[in-house]
Structures are given as structure tokens and as C-alpha cells.
């Protein structure tokens, strides 16, 4: 049975590496990449019953800095900014 959505698992020791998944997999995916769930957390509600990233966990925050360290505008929703 396929997931209606990527996972994409990223070692996040190691800062070069996570940016390099990042990368990759939005050469792959596309903007099928901002579907992928990287937060630690259950996740924040919203007033429409879905899940965003809470963007403050340790995870958010690595994923953020790859987007950004190669150059991909984030598209994820994150409850924190």
C-alpha cells in the first residue's frame, strides 16, 4: 500500500547533508516536497482540521535553514514564523 504522500528521511546531524536531501528531492518532486512532514510534533491544528508544522521544533528548524541554504523558496505552512 503506497502513502498519499513522500517521505523523504534526512540526517539531521549533519546540516550539509539535510540541504542535500532537500535538493534532491525537490528536483524529484517538485513542489510535492512541501507535502513531506518533518515535524517532531504532532503538529499545530487549524481552524480547518489540518496539520502544519509548528516551525519551532528542532526538525523545523533544519528544515527551514536546507531550504534556504539552497536557495528554494519554503513552501511549507508552519505555525510559527
Known sequence: ???PYAIIF???FI???VAIVIKIGYEI???KIF???SC???GIDTKDGEKIHCGIC???INRRRAFRKVSIDDKTEYANH
Do not use: F, R
Request: aromatic share 10%.
Open 1 to 3: 500500500m503506497c502513502a
Open 10 to 12: 534526512a540526517p539531521i
Open 15 to 17: 546540516a550539509q547533508a
Open 29 to 31: 518532486l517538485g513542489d
Open 35 to 37: 507535502e513531506t512532514w
Open 40 to 42: 517532531y510534533s504532532n
Open 58 to 60: 528542532e526538525s523545523c
